[in-house]
C-alpha cells in the first residue's frame, strides 16, 4: 500500500520557470555557475550559491541559513509563488531523442520508506544523511523530488494522458534541448483516484535519489517530538511508470595492472572468462555475463564461464560479477566508492570514451557493461540487497525549482 497525498508545490511564475531551473549542482563545471550567477539573476543557483553574494565561500549551518534567506528573496520578490489548493503535479520530459517520460509529482511517506514499502538499492552513507538532514530542517524546504518508479497501471496512465489535454502550466526547453511540462492536477476526484490507485500498489522503488531520501526520513524521527507539522513525514517525490525509466550502464576505468603484464593479466583473466581479442574494431557487449575490455589498442570480449556461482540476485549482477572475478582479487580495488585508482563512465558515453581515455595514457585498461534491468533493480531491491556503487545511470535527470515542497 503506496500512500501520496498532494501538496501546494512552491513554484516559479509561468513567465520566469526557464530561467529558474537548474541542473543538480554538481554537474556545473566552475565557469558554468560563475556565468549563471552573473547573468541570470532568477536562477536557482542563486538560492543554493548564497555566498556568491559575499564573494567567499561559506559552508554549515552559516551557508544553510542563508539559503534560506535567499528563498524568501525569491517569493517576496515574486519569482516563486504558491499554490493555494492542494495539487498533484503531472510532470512531462521530452528529450532530445524524443524519449518522453510522464509522473506525477506528489507528496510520498516517509513511514513507506521506513516500514519497506519504498525499496532501495543502493547503500547511502550515513554523514551525508546527517548534512542533508540538518540543511532541510534550516532551510524548510526541498527543491528537487526524489524519483520513484511504479508497475505500469492502466488507471494512473489515463489520469496522466487525460492531464496533458490542456494547456501546460510550464514548457520551456533547456539548452541540451529536453523540453519540460507541467501540468496542475486540482481535481478532487481524480485526486482521490490516484491517491486510491496507488494504494493498491504493494511496493515502489526508489530510482534515484536515495541520500536525499534517507535525509528526510531522519528529519521526520527528528520533528516526531512536539511535532506541529505533518508536513515533516512526507518528501517530494517524482513517480514514473517503469516502462518510463531508462538504465545505462557506468563503464569501468582503472588506472594499472596492479603489477601484472600485460600477459600474465590475460591469463589470470582466464580462469572466469573464455576471452577472443577483437583487434582494433570497436566492441560493445550486447548480453548479460559479456563484457568488453580494452588493453593495449586492443578490444577483447569476456565471456562469463559457467563455474561462476550465482546463489543470489546481487551475484548474477554483472558490476558485482566484474568486482569479484577482476576488480578485487586480481587488480586489488576492493573499496569502490574511494579508490582513485578506478574512474567510472557513464553509457551515455560509448565504450569509444574508454578507448580515447585509456590510449591518452590515463589509464591502463576498461570495461564495458551492458545496462543493468528495471528487472535486476527490483530484485536486488526486493531480498534486501545492494548493488556496487556506480551500477545504474538513470534517466530522467530531473531540474532543480521546479516545484518545491515546503515543510
Same mark, same amino acid.
Given at each position: 500500500m503506496t500512500k501520496i497525498k498532494p501538496f501546494k508545490a512552491v513554484r516559479p511564475t509561468r513567465d520566469k520557470v526557464s530561467l529558474v531551473a537548474s541542473r543538480s549542482y554538481q554537474t556545473y563545471t566552475k565557469d558554468e555557475i560563475r556565468a549563471r550567477l552573473n547573468y541570470n539573476p532568477f536562477s536557482?543557483?542563486?538560492?543554493?550559491?548564497?555566498?556568491?553574494?559575499?564573494?567567499?565561500?561559506?559552508?554549515?549551518?552559516?551557508?544553510?541559513?542563508?539559503?534560506?534567506?535567499?528563498?524568501?528573496?525569491?517569493?517576496?520578490?515574486?519569482?516563486?509563488?504558491?499554490?493555494?489548493?492542494?495539487?498533484?503535479?503531472?510532470?512531462?520530459?521530452?528529450?532530445?531523442?524524443?524519449?518522453?517520460? &510522464?509522473? $506525477? #509529482?506528489?507528496? !510520498?511517506? *516517509?513511514?513507506?520508506? @521506513?516500514?519497506?514499502?519504498?525499496?532501495?538499492?543502493? /547503500? =547511502?552513507?550515513?554523514?551525508?544523511?546527517?548534512?542533508?538532514?540538518?540543511?532541510?530542517?534550516?532551510?524548510?524546504?526541498?527543491?528537487?523530488?526524489?524519483?520513484?518508479?511504479?508497475?505500469?497501471?492502466?488507471?494512473? &496512465?489515463? $489520469? #496522466?494522458?487525460? !492531464?496533458? *489535454?490542456?494547456?501546460? @502550466?510550464?514548457?520551456?526547453?533547456?539548452?541540451?534541448? /529536453? =523540453?519540460?511540462?507541467?501540468?496542475?492536477?486540482?481535481?478532487?476526484?481524480?485526486?482521490?483516484?490516484?491517491?486510491?490507485?496507488?494504494?493498491?500498489?504493494?511496493?515502489?522503488?526508489?530510482?534515484?535519489?536515495?541520500?536525499?531520501?534517507?535525509?528526510?526520513?531522519?528529519?521526520?524521527?527528528?520533528?516526531?517530538?512536539?511535532?506541529?507539522?505533518?508536513?515533516?513525514?512526507?518528501?517530494?517525490?517524482?513517480?514514473?511508470?517503469?516502462?518510463?525509466?531508462?538504465?545505462?550502464?557506468?563503464?569501468?576505468?582503472?588506472?594499472?595492472?596492479?603489477?601484472?603484464?600485460?600477459?600474465?593479466?590475460?591469463?589470470?583473466?582466464?580462469?572466469?572468462?573464455?576471452?577472443?581479442?577483437?583487434?582494433?574494431?570497436v566492441y560493445q557487449p550486447t548480453k548479460k555475463h559479456h563484457f568488453s575490455m580494452y588493453l593495449d589498442g586492443h578490444f577483447y570480449s569476456l565471456y562469463l564461464r559457467s563455474t561462476y556461482a550465482m546463489h543470489t540476485a546481487l551475484d548474477a549482477l554483472d558490476t558485482q560479477i566484474l568486482y569479484k572475478t577482476i576488480l578485487e582479487p586480481i587488480l586489488g580495488i576492493s573499496d569502490l566508492r574511494n579508490d582513485t585508482r578506478i574512474a567510472y563512465s557513464s553509457g551515455n558515453n560509448d565504450v569509444v570514451t574508454i578507448k580515447t581515455k585509456v590510449d591518452s595514457g590515463a589509464y591502463a585498461v576498461g570495461f564495458g557493461l551492458v545496462p543493468i534491468t528495471v528487472h535486476e533493480l527490483k530484485a536486488i531491491a526486493d531480498a534486501g540487497q545492494t548493488m556496487p556503487p556506480k551500477s545504474t545511470c538513470i534517466t530522467p535527470k530531473l531540474r532543480s525549482g521546479l516545484t518545491i515542497y515546503e515543510f
Open positions: 536557482f543557483l542563486h538560492i543554493i550559491n548564497p555566498g556568491y553574494r559575499y564573494d567567499q565561500k561559506i559552508t554549515g549551518r552559516e551557508r544553510y541559513t542563508l539559503v534560506r534567506n535567499r528563498y524568501l528573496e525569491f517569493k517576496e520578490n515574486h519569482i516563486f509563488i504558491q499554490d493555494e489548493t492542494p495539487c498533484f503535479y503531472v510532470y512531462k520530459i521530452v528529450n532530445r531523442e524524443g524519449h518522453e517520460c &510522464s509522473g $506525477i #509529482i506528489a507528496a !510520498a511517506s *516517509t513511514l513507506d520508506y @521506513e516500514q519497506g514499502i519504498i525499496k532501495r538499492h543502493e /547503500d =547511502t552513507i550515513e554523514y551525508r544523511e546527517h548534512i542533508f538532514k540538518d540543511y532541510l530542517k534550516i532551510t524548510g524546504f526541498n527543491a528537487e523530488p526524489v524519483l520513484l518508479t511504479y508497475p505500469d497501471n492502466t488507471v494512473i &496512465s489515463e $489520469i #496522466i494522458e487525460k !492531464a496533458q *489535454t490542456g494547456r501546460a @502550466e510550464f514548457e520551456f526547453t533547456t539548452t541540451n534541448r /529536453d =523540453t519540460h511540462y507541467l501540468w496542475l492536477l486540482n481535481d478532487e476526484r481524480l485526486i482521490e483516484t490516484l491517491e486510491k490507485e496507488f494504494e493498491s500498489i504493494p511496493r515502489v522503488y526508489i530510482a534515484d535519489g536515495h541520500h536525499r531520501l534517507a535525509s528526510s526520513h531522519l528529519l521526520s524521527k527528528d520533528m516526531q517530538s512536539g511535532m506541529e507539522k505533518d508536513s515533516y513525514n512526507y518528501f517530494m517525490s517524482y513517480l514514473i511508470p517503469e516502462s518510463h525509466l531508462r538504465i545505462y550502464e557506468f563503464n569501468r576505468l582503472i588506472q594499472d595492472l596492479n603489477g601484472w603484464s600485460k600477459n600474465d593479466f590475460l591469463m589470470q583473466l582466464d580462469t572466469w572468462f573464455r576471452i577472443e581479442n577483437r583487434g582494433e574494431k
